[in-house]
């Protein structure tokens, strides 16, 4: 069993080229256990659950053909392939990391015996229990909200425990190989940077895998994580070593022109449209000019049409309120208007990242 952690990295100037494909050799030995045993829960929670029978079971998918398994199967594998060859060229260090059996055990019980509760929130289409238990001036409405159906939405420790292995299960073990994708563009970008003088944060940060990575790859630089929730950012900060600020991305704690690198991960799907323009224009306020956004988040149906009813599925198996506004969202055109230019992008199983750059 494995999970994603951060790990003090050496300098990419300090490693050879034998580490990196040590370091590639671990990486897909442990990703492939990874998926198996992702995968595996993932089985055994859809069987307790059984997500395909009772109220809201069969949501319509008008003119969309069921996916090709085949092709889902080939982007699955890429997205490890992918993985592992950034990890061969340098770009971050071996991101998998060994656990306990007890404690994987532990994990996995806990993930299927919440996945009874989040069905129940599921099959009731009740998607705003939470509202009834945080301070409603504390937090927008629209992030008062069980995504995911989840339980304690974004304000529980349990939920921020949680979170990792409800991805990696629904995603059969790829959650961490799809968000790298970001990393690998900020870390081709960031390359010949002397990490020292790097100033970067993680915009809602989350339970924190991604700020794990990104505290491996750049152990040198100024690595902030930030989120709205402080249960999560607690867990993102114990989990990557990081510091943490609790902030909205609608109004970030920033100077202007202060940042040399964002990431933002899996945020604006969940997102009102409304919120998007004012959110990316806060992330080109603060980056320095000729500074980088790496940003991913779900691939559009027009990334991969082959794909379209899996994602008209997503939203309704997973409370998703914004998620088809998102479908419809030129992601290019809402940055380019804030100054922030699409320099390059990368997909991964159902995941695209991009690369942003601020004008110089």
Not at 92 to 119: G, N, Q
Not at 181 to 189: G, Q, V
Request: net charge positive; glycine share 6%; aromatic share 8%.
């Amino acid at each position: 069993m494995t999970q994603s952690g951060a790990g003090e990295a050496e300098p990419t100037t300090r490693r050879t080229g034998r580490a990196y494909r040590l370091d590639a050799g671990r990486t897909v030995a442990l990703s492939t256990a990874k998926a198996a045993w992702w995968t595996l829960n993932g089985a055994v929670a859809r069987a307790v659950t059984r997500p395909t029978q009772g109220p809201r079971a069969q949501p319509i998918a008008p003119g969309a053909p069921a996916p090709d398994r085949s092709v889902l199967r080939r982007a699955w594998k890429e997205a490890f392939a992918k993985d592992a060859a950034d990890v061969r060229a340098g770009l971050y260090p071996s991101p998998e990391r060994l656990t306990s059996p007890l404690r994987a055990l532990a994990t996995a019980i806990d993930f299927v015996i919440d996945a009874r509760a989040v069905d129940r929130r599921r099959r009731a289409g009740d998607g705003v229990e939470v509202r009834a238990e945080v301070d409603a001036a504390a937090y927008p409405a629209y992030y008062r909200q069980n995504f995911h159906y989840q339980s304690g939405g974004w304000f529980s420790s349990q939920s921020a425990n949680r979170y990792e292995a409800q991805v990696e299960a629904l995603f059969s073990g790829t959650a961490g190989a799809m968000r790298r994708r970001a990393l690998s563009l900020l870390a081709r970008a960031l390359r010949d940077r002397d990490q020292r003088d790097l100033a970067i944060v993680d915009v809602a940060c989350g339970s924190g895998a991604h700020l794990a990575d990104l505290k491996a790859a750049f152990p040198r630089a100024c690595v902030v994580g930030l989120d709205l929730s402080c249960a999560y950012l607690a867990t993102a900060m114990r989990r990557s070593g990081a510091a943490g600020v609790q902030a909205n991305v609608e109004r970030l704690p920033f100077a202007d022109n202060s940042l040399d690198a964002l990431s933002c991960i899996y945020l604006f799907h969940e997102l009102p449209p409304r919120i998007r323009p004012l959110a990316a224009a806060e992330l080109a306020r603060v980056l320095k000019p000729g500074g980088v956004l790496a940003f991913a988040d779900s691939i559009q149906r027009t990334d991969a049409p082959e794909l379209a009813r899996l994602l008209e599925l997503f939203p309704a198996f997973f409370h998703e309120p914004f998620y088809e506004s998102f479908q419809t969202t030129d992601l290019t055109d809402l940055f380019g208007k804030t100054g922030l230019v699409e320099e390059a992008s990368d997909t991964a199983f159902l995941t695209k990242a991009r690369l942003f750059r601020k004008a110089p």
